[in-house]
């Protein structure tokens, strides 16, 4: 029983098999053992993680000191703390953040309530269902940049199917809120046209994916428990919310965690579907701030900062989850 | 703990909602009334869904003068075939589709193996930092590609790695959000499960690949499909560690065909159902995959 | 057991040594810098002919491509010391932004293809060779070049790229619309206020369904208006005498500019779309749909354009091509399109082949087949004096529009372009303060903001620069 794992820590230490049987007579402690197990299981994906994303992560928290030069090879020059001063109090910042933070409230509930309708509907014990649950996953097929181009063209103003009805400005064109209420503070806090329809595609091209995860959810619902509660009388309604709800929950909470992280990560419909951000910086979410700051503006510092900013942001998020929504979740055990 | 709550009130709404649905329990009539409803629900929502597509394969037969008409068309009369020709033959798309299939499978293989054992690890054994360590591996979702990208190139570039697969591929070979989806189905996995393989005399390992990642196939299987779309989504990365068409992937070839098609919408269109007609296909296949996985997981018994 | 236990090894011996080769380092050569002066000779000295180098296009799509292609061709058969390998960069922000990277991680192109506006920016990557180091070098005869684009290149009176593509911006109008409103087809608008006129005249007679003008919203139009009405755009000589610190387009031009756009817009004369993504043509798809009647854009679309009205998809157009109906003033359109950069990092012997290679795009008879395939200007005297490219203009006269305008303006500081360092940040302020403008702010109100936002932009970057 003990040979592959021994085998595994030899093969870990980056000695050639054939050095185990020495290695084998040492007694580990089954703590010891279990311990150096668990390092050595993670260290493929710490290994890449380290390289790719924690050093460069690491080295934006360097760069943000400093005020760079547009191009490499050039001095660089130490601001201390100024850059992020003056970065995160920008209202172009504020903006951009609010966006993003607007732009995850609407795609993420959205995205999970679909996703359970559609998998609870297509869960039914009918003949044919299969094809639905196709159907209903077929998006999952569709890239973002599949969605973006049917989406961007079908919503274009000069051969988009509403070309005809579409006033000045446009769909995407159109910084104004979606819908109209004069109360400023609240206006303000209103998607604009443009960012809801980038929302709208975004959900579609989602959908497969949520509906997938529902569906994998419910089926780790034991049929057994709705049987009983069908048995005992329970309404499809009823079903739903006391059996099927509690026990999907460590989906749902999943989906939230990770389709929030997802959404404040959001880039290449805004890259693909809008004029850079526009109009008017509605849809100038912060992932796609901070590579504007770094392709265009060409500052690294400047999109170092953003990019911490954004870091911390959905840690914070994160974290508020694991904290409020956690509690509620019901893992089977 | 504080999940009780949730459960109890749920068996007593059950009880209490029991008597009146079986008071109205109705008929054999009204059952295929609501059989019937329940199909058209379907229908209505599967339309909505599949209608972006379908739309898209009709604007791919059609003309452009058709598309761009003040008068939308649902229904090719005279479809255009030859529009999905000229996708293929203008937009390279073969290339494209092969390189984006090799890059996509790289990555997948790659986070299958990274997530399982990095997931496993975190359910199933105890060492010290493990809570922090799952903190780190979180956090790696936090940290969005687009920002590490300067200083990623230059790491590949002192590999040697500038236009090639691995450049393309090794990066994403690990994924925070497959460790915690693996983490959290193996922590579903029932307690007695462990102890019986435990006192089967299973280690670690045989645990793992005997119990744990059958058990888990429909996670993993759902995982297979996200890496998979997560890597076929790419565009931006591609784009800057690539040269040329020799090693571009389909998201780039789909960009470059809208950029060169702008007055023929429709081969746009044509070029975007080749784009994921292959996922179509694949998916189809996985579906069964996926249902039998799931089934297999749930008579667990 | 024993199998399982040599796969697992084996399996994650690969894994681990996968990784583990990640983190070794490879030493990579950073490319040596030379002097700064340009070897002509280096080309005769190599070793190994042809020299191979790599040319960044930087976006050029459909007649464009197929043209560049074909004359690249042309070049590497005709001769055995060059081989050029064409690389199309898909846009002109994408080629600037992956020399970028190239600058630190080595991989870069010999020659490469920067937009009109990367002229600032190329300099301060301090990784070009300036063409007039060559020029000196090998005394090459500039004076056949159009004065006006070799001044547009030319910075503290050194030419930084070899020219090769210029195009400008021209007035594209439907004739059969204007017919069928009551216009004459062959008199299209040459002020802003008879733009307006005929807009107006276009929606009335229910000719065009969206509206008269389809209006890019390209802050290259504030900038070639402003040259139109002998306007600087920043001060400091344009930026040629040293780095400019400020706009100066706030100015009486400016506002009769963006009183303009307001008015097309308000009163519903245009329609808008965006010079960036996917709704960046949808102008000129507008006049061809006959929702618009008439939109200016850059003259080089015009290969491309005559190909696709070839092609019998449109025909309730007829294009007619004028000049850029422009403000008051006398000015001239500005030099736009792309230029092409010889990379000092490369060897000795590949800046020379690049040098060739650019030598040859910039020849009378490249020019000549290049301006006839694209509807780029022909930027040789004597290549615009040839015979096929004078029947061609006969022939067709849409394609002489450019070249025309071009001549047609004054040579002052002016018309010769602004020169800004974020160009793109400048260019980004300005198109946000016209869609403020749109929501309701006042012309006058937009244009001072987008003069201070302008000028933090600037600012920004020179602080970045200089310090």
């Known amino acids: 029983m003990s040979t592959p794992v021994d085998a595994v820590v030899a093969a870990g230490s980056g000695e050639p098999p054939t050095a185990a049987p020495p290695l084998r007579r040492r007694r580990f402690s089954r703590g010891v053992r279990e311990a150096g197990l668990g390092y050595l299981l993670l260290l493929p994906a710490f290994l890449i993680f380290s390289v790719f994303i924690f050093y460069p992560f690491f080295r934006n928290f360097y760069l943000g000191f400093f005020s760079t030069p547009p191009f490499p090879g050039q001095p660089k020059n130490y601001v201390a703390l100024d850059q992020y001063k003056d970065v995160l109090t920008s209202s172009e910042f504020l903006d951009s953040l609010k966006v993003t933070v607007i732009f995850a409230v609407i795609t993420v509930p959205v995205g999970i309530a679909l996703g359970i309708l559609l998998a609870v509907l297509a869960h039914q014990k009918l003949k044919g269902v299969g094809i639905y649950r196709a159907f209903f996953s077929s998006t999952v097929a569709t890239s973002i940049a599949v969605a973006s181009v049917i989406f961007g063209t079908l919503l274009s103003p000069q051969v988009g199917l509403l070309h005809g009805i579409q006033t000045e400005p446009s769909i995407l064109q159109n910084p104004d809120p979606i819908i109209n209420i004069s109360l400023p503070v609240i206006r303000s806090f209103i998607p604009s046209v443009a960012l809801t329809a980038v929302a709208v595609t975004t959900i579609w091209q989602n959908l497969g994916l949520s509906f997938i995860l529902m569906s994998a959810g419910l089926q780790a619902v034991p049929d057994e428990l709705q049987e009983a509660a069908e048995i005992d009388g329970a309404g499809p309604w009823t079903r739903f919310w006391s059996v099927t709800l509690p026990l999907l929950s460590p989906t749902i909470f999943f989906a939230f965690v990770v389709g929030s992280i997802f959404a404040f990560q959001t880039f290449g419909q805004i890259d693909l579907l809008t004029p850079r951000g526009g109009p008017l910086k509605t849809t100038n979410v912060l992932t796609y701030y901070i590579y504007d700051q770094l392709q265009f503006s060409k500052n690294d510092g400047k999109a170092a900062v953003l990019a911490i900013a954004l870091f911390g942001v959905t840690l914070l998020l994160t974290l508020i989850q694991f904290q409020f929504l956690e509690r509620r979740v019901s893992y089977e055990r | 703990m504080s999940v009780e709550p949730i459960t109890l009130r749920g068996t007593e709404l059950s009880g209490k909602a029991g008597t009146e649905v079986e008071a109205a329990r109705p008929g054999k009539r009204g059952r295929r009334l609501r059989i019937f409803g329940r199909y058209v629900a379907l229908s209505v929502l599967a339309f909505i869904v599949l209608f972006p597509i379908y739309i898209t394969i009709v604007n791919s037969l059609l003309q452009p003068s058709q598309i761009a008409a003040k008068s939308p068309t649902f229904f090719p009369t005279s479809p255009q075939w030859h529009t999905y020709s000229d996708a293929w033959s203008s937009g390279h798309l073969g290339a494209y589709l092969r390189n984006s299939f090799i890059q996509t499978g790289l990555i997948v293989a790659g986070q299958l193996v990274t997530s399982i054992l990095a997931g496993y690890a975190f359910a199933f054994l105890r060492f010290p930092f493990k809570r922090t360590l799952f903190v780190v591996f979180l956090a790696t979702l936090m940290v969005p590609f687009e920002i590490t990208i300067i200083t990623n190139l230059q790491t590949i570039n002192t590999l040697g790695w500038y236009d090639s697969f691995a450049a393309l591929a090794v990066p994403f070979l690990a994924t925070g959000f497959g460790a915690f989806l693996l983490r959290q189905t193996f922590l579903q996995l029932p307690q007695d499960l462990q102890d019986a393989a435990k006192l089967d005399g299973y280690g670690h390992l045989r645990f793992l690949t005997r119990v744990a990642v059958p058990l888990a196939r429909p996670t993993i299987a759902a995982l297979a499909v996200f890496s998979f779309l997560s890597a076929w989504n790419q565009y931006l990365w591609p784009l800057l560690v690539t040269k040329d068409d020799r090693l571009r992937t389909v998201q780039i070839g789909l960009k470059q065909l809208r950029a060169t098609n702008i007055d023929q919408v429709n081969i746009t269109f044509a070029g975007t159902v080749i784009a994921f007609i292959p996922l179509v296909i694949l998916l189809l296949i996985f579906q069964k995959q996926l249902v039998r996985g799931l089934t297999a997981g749930a008579v667990k018994g | ?467």
């Not at chain 3, 064409?86 to 600037?96: C, I």
């Not at chain 3, 679309?301 to 850029?324: C, K, R, W």
């Not at chain 3, 109906?325 to 060897?347: F, R, T």
């Open chain 3, 1 to 467: 057991m024993s199998r399982f236990v040599k796969r697992s090894t084996a399996a994650f011996a690969a894994v681990v040594l996968a990784v583990v080769g990640l983190a070794i380092p490879v030493a990579g050569a950073a490319p040596a810098q030379s002097s700064g002066k340009c070897p002509v000779n280096a080309l005769k000295n190599a070793k190994n002919k042809p020299v191979d180098i790599t040319y960044w296009q930087g976006g050029l799509q459909r007649a464009n491509e197929e043209a560049i292609l074909r004359l690249t061709d042309q070049f590497n058969s005709s001769q055995n010391d060059v081989h050029v390998t064409v690389v199309n960069q898909t846009t002109y922000a994408d080629t600037l932004n992956k020399f970028r990277a190239g600058l630190s991680s080595g991989d870069l192109p010999d020659l490469v293809q920067i937009e009109d506006t990367g002229l600032q920016q190329m300099i301060d990557t301090q990784a070009v060779l300036p063409a007039q180091a060559c020029v000196d070098a090998e005394k090459y005869d500039l004076s056949d070049n159009l004065k006006r684009v070799v001044d547009y290149y030319s910075v503290k009176g050194k030419l930084w790229p070899v020219p090769f593509n210029v195009s400008n911006p021209v007035l594209y109008y439907n004739k059969k619309a204007f017919q069928s409103a009551g216009l004459d087809p062959n008199n299209p608008p040459k002020t802003l206020d008879e733009v307006k006129a005929a807009a107006q005249k276009l929606k009335d007679s229910g000719t065009v369904s969206q509206a008269g003008f389809g209006m890019k919203l390209d802050p290259w139009y504030l900038e070639q208006w402003s040259a139109l009405g002998g306007k600087a755009y920043v001060n400091n000589g344009n930026g040629r005498k040293s780095r400019a610190t400020s706009t100066t387009f706030d100015n009486a031009t400016g506002k009769e500019i963006f009183t303009f756009l307001d008015t097309m817009v308000k009163q519903g004369l245009a329609r808008t779309n965006p010079a960036d993504g996917s709704s960046a043509f949808d102008n000129l798809l507008g006049v061809g749909n006959g929702n618009f009647g008439m939109t200016i854009d850059t003259s080089a679309a015009l290969g491309t354009i005559q190909q696709v009205l070839a092609s019998g998809q449109y025909p309730d157009v007829e294009l007619g091509v004028a000049p850029m109906p422009g403000p008051k003033g006398k000015g001239g359109v500005l030099v736009g399109g792309g230029a092409n950069y010889i990379v000092k990092k490369s060897s000795p012997e590949k800046q020379a082949a690049a040098w060739q290679y650019a030598k040859f795009l910039n020849d009378p008879q490249t020019q000549a087949d290049w301006s006839i395939a694209t509807g780029y200007v022909p930027i040789r005297q004597s290549a615009a004096n040839m015979p096929q490219v004078q029947q061609y203009w006969t022939a067709n006269p849409g394609f002489k529009v450019a070249y025309d305008q071009l001549l047609a303006g004054v040579a002052n500081t002016a018309t010769a372009g602004p020169v800004i360092g974020d160009y793109q940040g400048v260019r980004d302020v300005v198109l946000d303060s016209e869609q403020q403008m749109f929501n309701g702010m006042s012309p006058s109100a937009a244009l001072k903001l987008a003069k201070q936002n302008a000028n933090g932009k600037i600012e920004e970057y020179n602080s970045r620069v200089s310090g």
